[in-house]
């Protein structure tokens, strides 16, 4: 076996070589037994169990509690260029069917494409990183070239300004690595419809691609209740609503207002400018610069019903100490929004708590269902885009839920 391109052995105590074998792409710092040589932060080493057979090739992150984290099982791998070609060039590949409907996808999904910590999203003909794990942190430049290799776009962003880079004893850093920043928000499209990014002061990377099929669900809720009420007025509340993507898809299915919260006036401004990208009149897209659980409440005092509600809020439960707390609040913003909640119409809730599993969220808006004294079916369980799968090595992944209901 070539171990050249390793100049560090990382030994796995007894025992705790199971979970590499099963290709859990982790290795937990209380795992190790000892480290032979002293890698640098990202570099590449190889993890052996006490016998010294060969597990994984991983990149170093001496300062996480996720200590390595596996590019391959595969003893014959080199992690090289080449390499880094190899996997982009898959995930890329994964992702073409999308482009019929849109120029905005999600290219790389960490764990998911075999590149932990990597995150690529594409805007148009702009690509945006995130090298949130010390590994990829540390071969940048050869994913930048693999990424050019793969896409041919010429500019190249990065975003790794997320809080995880801390626990990776990663500084916060942003700005061009190829081209040149855009000016104006980038135009993306996505079934039918136009969208403004910012990529340089945006969440995450400037957008929640992974709702994109969601949008489309409250967009066919919208036409639902057209169809079944033959002309009466579709009203709808997009909470936590960003920029409007979920508002923009219900306005573009006949909605006849879609009331668009969000407490921050940014995020507000760029939904103006989306529902004007869009030909959609002022008055259609009502905008509210509020605190959501404050807008419930007012909306219930003045008797305020709507068709169809998005309840989109960012995550409660950052991490399993918190999800007791999370669960309240999630219970909460749920049954004040059933409670504006027209009969017949829909509810698309949501919880992107990695913490907080399907089951327990399905449980925690049963029981805002019972408080709120309506009765709701479960229509389908919602989750992210294909263009955010998940390993199944690796059901860490998993982070976006979602529950459509019908009120009867
Ligand atoms: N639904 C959006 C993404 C939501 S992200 C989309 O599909 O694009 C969460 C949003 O909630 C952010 O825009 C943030 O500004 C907003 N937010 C967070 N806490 C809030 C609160 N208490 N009240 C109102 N908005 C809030």
Not at 249 to 260: M, Q, Y
Request: net charge neutral; aromatic share 6%.
């Amino acid at each position: 076996m070539t171990r050249v391109q390793a100049s560090a052995e990382v030994v796995v105590r007894a025992g705790k070589e199971r979970s590499l074998q099963r290709r859990h792409p982790w290795l937990y710092a209380g795992a190790i037994e000892r480290v032979i040589g002293q890698p640098a932060s990202g570099e590449t080493v190889a993890i052996v169990d006490r016998a010294a057979n060969f597990l994984a090739w991983a990149a170093w992150s001496p300062q996480s509690t996720i200590r390595a984290r596996v590019w391959s099982f595969d003893p014959q791998a080199v992690i090289d260029q080449a390499w880094f070609n190899q996997r982009i060039a898959r995930a890329a590949q994964r992702r073409q069917h999308l482009l019929a409907r849109t120029d905005a996808v999600r290219l790389v999904f960490g764990e998911a494409d075999g590149l932990p910590g990597l995150i690529v999203d594409r805007y148009a003909d702009q690509l945006v990183v995130q090298c949130l794990a010390a590994g990829v942190a540390a071969q940048r430049e050869r994913i930048v070239e693999s990424l050019v290799a793969a896409t041919a776009c010429q500019h190249v962003y990065e975003r790794s300004d997320a809080a995880v880079r801390a626990r990776e004893g990663l500084p916060a850093t942003s700005g061009v690595l190829l081209g040149s920043t855009p000016s104006a928000p980038i135009e993306i499209h996505e079934d039918g419809l136009r969208y403004g990014v910012d990529i340089v002061h945006g969440h995450k990377t400037g957008c929640y691609l992974d709702q994109r099929d969601n949008r489309l669900l409250v967009g066919n809720e919208v036409a639902r209740l057209r169809a079944l009420r033959e002309g009466a007025q579709i009203e709808v509340l997009n909470t936590f609503a960003y920029t409007g993507g979920f508002s923009l898809a219900a306005l573009a299915a006949g909605a006849h207002r879609a009331v668009t919260v969000d407490s921050s006036a940014e995020a507000l401004a760029l939904a103006r400018l989306n529902g004007q990208r869009n030909g959609f009149a002022d008055e259609r897209l009502e905008l509210e610069q509020s605190d959501v659980f404050a807008y419930l409440t007012r909306a219930a005092q003045a008797a305020q019903r709507f068709d169809v509600i998005v309840v989109d809020p960012p995550k409660f439960a950052p991490s399993s100490a918190h999800v007791e707390r999370a669960a309240r609040a999630y219970k909460e913003i749920n049954r004040k929004a059933l409670a504006l909640l027209r009969p017949g119409g829909a509810l698309l809730t949501f919880s992107c708590s990695g913490a907080i599993d399907v089951d327990l969220f399905q449980k925690i808006v049963a029981s805002a269902v019972i408080d709120a004294r309506v009765d709701c079916t479960l229509v389908r369980r919602l989750g992210a885009g294909d263009d955010h799968p998940m390993a199944m090595t690796h059901p860490e992944g998993e982070y976006l839920k979602g529950l459509l209901l019908r009120r009867d």
